[in-house]
């Protein structure tokens, strides 16, 4: 089974960027939607990125997605402590969903 | 006011059953797809299952698959987990959330998720 791999954890102070990778280990995810969950563990995880780039209402534009080859990646712009949460990649496999091992975002 | 409210969590032992339920308020019910997805201690989001919109078709994770039943009620606008043979590791935060998508592009995504219920599986 394919497995999506992210680094445990990104850490940057507040008003600077981080990005954060996504690496599918078996296929290029060319072929494959991907989308980000932003979750603070005993809450409800949230939908911010989804169709590789696509934000919901609601997301600041700070939030931006993208894809190519067998990676995706969150970038997340002007951090704020308020984006402090573990961000999730997921995909649907057609008959099975993927989520990555998670990333922990420390804003400091 | 879309709404998905998880209930039914709790202690069991080994070995025992236990069913989770998913209010959903807000929009119909049988508009969308549906995935239970749980949070064991100190481990990230795995998926456990998920219901097509009709009832029709419903997927597992290979390690619930033949313990864990999906379904869902439109009449009482909710989806269930039925867990059965419960074991130590299923013990987590089980979240509901609605599916959003393109069955045609085979895009699919989580658009609201519900706060979840703890089950915990020990004697």
């Known amino acids: 089974q394919s497995v999506l791999t992210q680094p445990p954890s990104v850490s940057a102070p507040p008003g600077q960027e981080v990005t954060i990778s996504c690496s599918g280990s078996t296929s290029n995810l060319e072929n494959l939607y991907i989308s980000w969950y932003q979750h603070v563990p005993g809450t409800a995880p949230k939908l911010v990125i989804y169709?590789?780039?696509e934000r919901p209402t609601g997301i600041p534009d700070r939030f931006s997605g993208s894809k190519s080859g067998p990676s995706a990646s969150l970038g997340i712009t002007g951090l704020q402590t308020g984006d402090e949460a573990i961000y999730y990649c997921?995909?649907?496999?057609?008959?099975?969903?993927?989520f990555g091992g998670g990333t922990k975002l420390t804003v400091l | 006011q879309v709404r998905l409210a998880e209930s039914g969590g709790g202690v069991v032992q080994p070995g025992r059953s236990l069913r989770l339920s998913c209010a959903a308020s807000?929009?119909?019910?049988?508009?969308?797809?549906y995935v239970w997805v749980r949070q064991a201690p100190d481990k990230g989001l795995e998926w456990v299952a998920h219901i097509q919109f009709d009832g029709s078709t419903k997927y597992y994770a290979d390690s619930v698959m033949g313990r864990f039943t999906v379904s869902r009620d439109t009449s009482l606008s909710a989806v269930y987990l039925h867990m059965s043979s419960l074991k130590a590791e299923d013990t987590a935060v089980y979240y509901c959330a609605r599916i959003m998508g393109s069955r045609l592009r085979n895009a699919f995504y989580a658009d609201f998720w519900g706060e979840g219920t703890t089950v915990t599986v020990s004697s």
């Open positions: 807000g929009f119909p019910l049988s508009y969308y797809d």
């Open positions: 997921a995909t649907w496999m057609n008959t099975y969903w993927l």
């Open positions: 169709n590789d780039f």
